[in-house]
């Protein structure tokens, strides 16, 4: 089955020759009409459409957006805080900066639908540490739009107002969990918050509601505001509605990033017809399908079971090639879709090295609060550091598997998951390979790479 | 008074135990209450909640009840409501009771949770006990033999961090051994209110430090080394000096304001190595100052009186109590005493009785200073309630013995008896004590004990027992630590002795026997004998004092009167 045609919603504009992240190159290609239609409609009747939508969020949890904006105390009198988390940091994923380097008013107009539609008074774009020229970008945008009367006081000559800040995160992976996200904002180590009691929709920001939403998800919004909930949940596959961005990275002919009606396309459309394929004399051994936290998948295994198809119970019996890009399959065959970073490794890869690499990024990353992951993780990357470095033992595959075994579900915040869950699952499918590893490195060759 | 409402009850299931428990009541203090053990470490009662080292994981459920009708599910197999059990693990000091809670402190999940987290924290700890201060109180040992594996499968390095940090003057902090429980940062931010500790670094990396150019060297730094659950954080005063097991542990009450901090005295063989607080709820909570911990030093100091001495001569109390009775035969009705707020109840009691055999008349020395609004009030005597509630004084004292030097200098007073206050401090001049004859009974040597014709050294507060009266008017108790240096004499027999050689009726000079006098004497202590006094103390009517104008002003869990009006 040929792969479907690529459907740009959200990068509709990416690469565009001629198209330039200015308010005017925005405005002609019809920008803001959106916003001006928006804020003339019961923001009610705009919660409504996004709940219609099925718009699941696109940070990488995938929770229904509706449903988080529902969640929102409206009740305690307190301003409602709407903060967009462009602090994209899981490798593997380079999607949000394109929207912020190429078409940041995008953002905004999706931005400030939300808001409007929130009631909310003051938003924050808590953008990643490591992107200034994209916060630049972004301050640039917000001052035009701005001055054109698209954020601000008085939006498009209505009542209401709100103003968007740009926030330069504390470039810190943990500054990208929603509660973490929040300690930063408010000038602190981003140590994420104990929930219950601290859920953001009625304890965020400043201790009053706020809504956390990632970048492409509030450009569904906009999306969402202009064509209506029903029809941008006719796009893609019941449950998984809209368009995905797959950005794909690793062993692929034409690595990048992709958008595709969400369920449309498998695996190995993706990679084979979509990216190219494996590089010359390769072939495909593992590929991690959500940003690095997601369970890795191994080329060659077979996934087996049944799976609602509209009211039917069907068997399904997949090889990774033949799942369906879309949240709930790839849930159901035991990792995620997470933030759609697409890691793709070939033959060349030796497993245990690109777990000594993910660990080594997860242990540099924990926050430190909660004993599992802050210990944990380190212990993991000394572990897999030792064997590619030093001295690797058969034993270390059962350690390994031990360590990671302790840390998810004992944790503040979901760290404790993605930093544990590459182990387990690199152990699970590769376990052979890090039993081998002492006899592997016993004929590596003197010049194969060092490690960072 | 304003009776309390009764608490919300919520009856939760711990271990197969029902329990009421007060509504808002974590797990872990509801387990308490069942004599279920939680092990914890960031969690501290009286600090806010931040869940971080997971140890305190146990398993939850809740009632299970159809979604529709919310009629309860029955379990077939047990004819009981069924119990939806969260499939993972949940945090006991961030979570709340609610009605019908069901907890499993001992199933494999808890067990297992606690065992990870438990050689956790042992990878990157130096292990190196046989030299900690904290071996034989650290919530780490006592865990580790609870859930530790036995063996270590850790063969890496361990992380090097700081090993002796000067936090500020009393407080060394060795980073290696701390598991970033952040208690520490807690207490000084939310009690102390000295935000000066935080975290540097990240992961198992983060470090302990002090915010750049600041100390923590505020009064109550030494909490943070009562409340490390580990030997991050130690006293410089009590590092390396004495193995805690060695210790006997003496309650006591810390005498430097009328807060009248609980404390716990730690002694071996007659020495004291160190004062730590003692939880009370209504006082101290688990606090006390820096100040106050101390005051043990005063035990050995080189000016602690030690012998009867008649005109600056060494003598015996015998012949020290008959050179007091001559003085007394040869001035009737020109003596004067001056008791102390930092008697206990019992001596003041004792001292009244001398001044009404004497037919004298009793002043007493204040001591004001600032308070600090938490463990240090401003009346810098600890027991001043206490010489009100004897009936020693019907009026606040002030700072200066002003009426007693006027009198001296009128030649109405020619003899003084002084109870461990130093009368130049309060006033009187060289000349004026030249001029009387003082009999002196106290612990230390001072201008007035020089001055003395008979000096009698009696006891500190950590080698006697009695009662304190608080400001809240608490009354309250303080145990005898050690024994008192040879040639001291416990202030109830000397004070007892000087009534009797006073010409007064034979009075008793031992807690027990003062305790009757006391009920006797005195309505407000009528039911209270001193072996049944509670550990938390007894509060006293305040109303017949309300009018007086008490120094303090508003400090942890008290208001005075002024204020609330």
């Known amino acids: ?452 | 008074m304003i009776a309390t409402p009764k608490p919300d009850l919520v009856t939760v299931n711990i271990d197969g135990k029902e329990i009421a428990v007060p509504k808002g009541t974590n797990v872990i203090e509801a387990a308490r209450l069942v004599n279920v053990d939680v092990p914890h470490y960031c969690y501290h009662p009286k600090l806010s909640v931040v869940g971080n080292c997971r140890m305190c994981l146990i398993e939850m459920g809740m009632p299970a009840v159809d979604p529709a009708t919310k009629a309860p599910i029955i379990d077939p197999a047990t004819g009981k409501q069924k119990i939806n059990w969260i499939p993972r693990p949940q945090i006991g000091c961030g979570t709340n009771v609610s009605p019908g809670l069901h907890v499993k402190t001992t199933s494999p999940m808890v067990k297992d949770a606690r065992e990870g987290v438990m050689e956790f924290l042992l990878i990157n700890h130096p292990l190196d006990c046989p030299i900690c201060d904290q071996a034989g109180e650290c919530k780490l040992q006592e865990q580790s033999t609870g859930y530790g594996r036995g063996y270590s499968r850790f063969i890496e390095q361990k992380n090097v961090k700081p090993k002796r940090t000067q936090l500020g003057p009393r407080v060394v902090l060795d980073d290696e051994r701390c598991i970033l429980c952040s208690r520490c940062i807690r207490f000084s931010k939310e009690v102390a209110k000295d935000d000066v500790l935080g975290f540097i670094d990240r992961g198992s990396y983060s470090t302990l430090t002090c915010y750049p150019g600041k100390e923590l060297k505020n009064n109550y730094s030494l909490n943070t080394v009562d409340i490390c659950p580990v030997g991050a954080l130690t006293s410089t005063d009590f590092r390396f000096k004495m193995r805690v097991w060695f210790l006997k542990q003496t309650n006591s009450i810390d005498t430097e304001t009328s807060v009248g901090a609980n404390t716990v005295v730690w002694s071996r063989e007659g020495v004291i190595y160190r004062i730590t607080p003692r939880r009370n709820d209504a006082v101290n909570d688990t606090w006390m100052a820096d100040s106050g911990r101390v005051l043990y030093k005063q035990v050995q100091a080189a000016d602690r009186l030690t012998a009867v001495q008649i005109n600056g001569n060494d003598s015996a109390l015998d012949i020290a109590v008959n050179t007091a009775a001559e003085l007394f035969k040869a001035a009737p009705g020109a003596v004067a005493v001056v008791g102390s707020g930092r008697s206990s109840v019992e001596e003041q009691f004792l001292t009244k009785q001398l001044a009404a055999a004497l037919k004298a008349p009793v002043a007493l020395v204040s001591r004001v200073g600032e308070g600090d609004g938490l463990l240090v009030s401003a009346d810098r005597n600890p027991n001043v309630r206490g010489a009100l509630v004897t009936g020693l004084i019907a009026a606040l004292p002030s700072s200066q013995l002003t009426g007693l030097a006027a009198d001296i200098d009128a030649g109405k007073v020619r003899v003084v008896v002084a109870v461990n206050e130093d009368l130049s401090a309060a006033g009187l001049t060289a000349a004026q004590l030249a001029k009387v004859s003082v009999i002196y009974l106290g612990t230390h040597r001072h201008a007035t004990s020089d001055a003395a014709k008979v000096v009698i050294p009696t006891l500190t507060v950590f080698e006697k027992s009695g009662t304190f009266v608080n400001q809240q008017f608490r009354l309250q108790k303080f145990l005898k630590a050690i024994p008192g240096p040879v040639g001291a004499t416990d202030d109830l027999t000397a004070l007892a002795r000087l009534v009797a050689a006073a010409g007064g009726s034979t009075v008793a000079g031992d807690l027990t026997g003062v305790w009757k006098a006391l009920a006797a004497a005195v309505p407000a202590l009528g039911a209270v004998t001193f072996a049944n006094l509670p550990e938390t103390g007894l509060l006293l009517d305040a109303a017949p004092f309300a009018a007086l104008p008490f120094a303090e002003g508003e400090t942890l869990h008290y208001r005075p009167a002024a204020a609330t009006t």
Not at chain 1, 9 to 35: K, M, T, W
Not at chain 1, 53 to 80: H, M, N, Q
Not at chain 1, 246 to 256: A, E, L, N
Not at chain 1, 289 to 311: D, M, Q, W
């Open chain 1, 1 to 452: 089955m040929p792969a479907p045609e690529q459907r740009r919603i959200i990068f509709q504009h990416i690469d565009e020759p001629g198209y330039s992240n200015d308010l005017a190159c925005y405005v002609r290609h019809g920008g803001y009409e959106v916003l001006k239609k928006a804020v003339t409609r019961p923001p009610a009747e705009l919660i409504d459409e996004v709940k219609k939508s099925g718009l699941r969020g696109r940070g990488g949890a995938g929770f229904p957006c509706g449903v988080k904006w529902g969640l929102v105390d409206r009740k305690s009198g307190k301003p409602i805080y709407l903060i967009v988390n462009a602090d994209e940091s899981e490798p593997g994923t380079f999607k949000d900066r394109y929207i912020i380097h190429q078409d940041p008013h995008q953002l905004i107009e999706g931005t400030m639908i939300s808001c409007f539609a929130n009631n909310v008074q003051q938003a924050y774009i808590y953008i990643r540490g490591e992107f200034p020229h994209g916060a630049r970008i972004l301050e640039k945008a917000l001052a035009e739009a701005r001055a054109a009367g698209f954020v601000g006081k008085n939006i498009c000559g209505t009542n209401y107002s709100c103003d968007i800040f740009v926030h330069r995160g504390a470039g810190a992976y943990i500054c990208g969990e929603e509660t973490g996200l929040i300690e930063s904002l408010e000038g602190k180590r981003a140590n994420p918050r104990i929930k219950p009691p601290y859920f953001p929709a009625v304890l965020g920001l400043y201790q009053c509601p706020t809504i956390v939403n990632n970048v492409e998800t509030l450009c569904h919004v906009k999306y969402i505001a202009e064509h209506g909930g029903e029809a941008f949940a006719k796009i893609g596959t019941p449950n998984n509605t809209g368009t995905r961005i797959f950005c794909v990275s690793g062993h692929v002919q034409r690595p990048g990033y992709y958008e595709f009606p969400a369920g449309t396309i498998t695996m190995g459309q993706l990679l084979y017809e979509v990216c190219g394929g494996p590089l010359p004399g390769r072939k495909f051994k593992a590929v991690i399908p959500g940003g690095s936290s997601a369970k890795i998948l191994r080329f060659g295994e077979r996934f087996k079971g049944k799976r609602k198809v509209g009211a039917d119970l069907v068997d399904y019996d997949w090889g990774v090639e033949d799942v369906p890009m879309d949240f709930d399959s790839l849930a159901m065959i035991g990792t995620m879709g997470g933030s759609g970073g697409v890691i793709v490794m070939d033959d060349s890869v030796n497993m245990v090295e690109a777990l000594a690499n993910i660990n080594a990024f997860y242990s540099h990353e924990s926050c430190g609060q909660c004993t599992p992951c802050r210990e944990g993780s380190l212990w993991m990357k000394k572990i897999t550091t030792r064997m590619v470095h030093g001295q690797a033992r058969a034993e270390d595959a059962a350690l390994l598997k031990g360590v990671a075994d302790q840390i998810p579900g004992r944790t503040i915040c979901a760290f404790g998951e993605a930093c544990s869950w590459p182990t387990q699952s690199f152990l699970a499918k590769f376990g052979d390979e890090f039993k081998q590893y002492p006899e592997t490195k016993k004929t590596k060759a003197a010049d194969s790479r060092a490690l960072v």
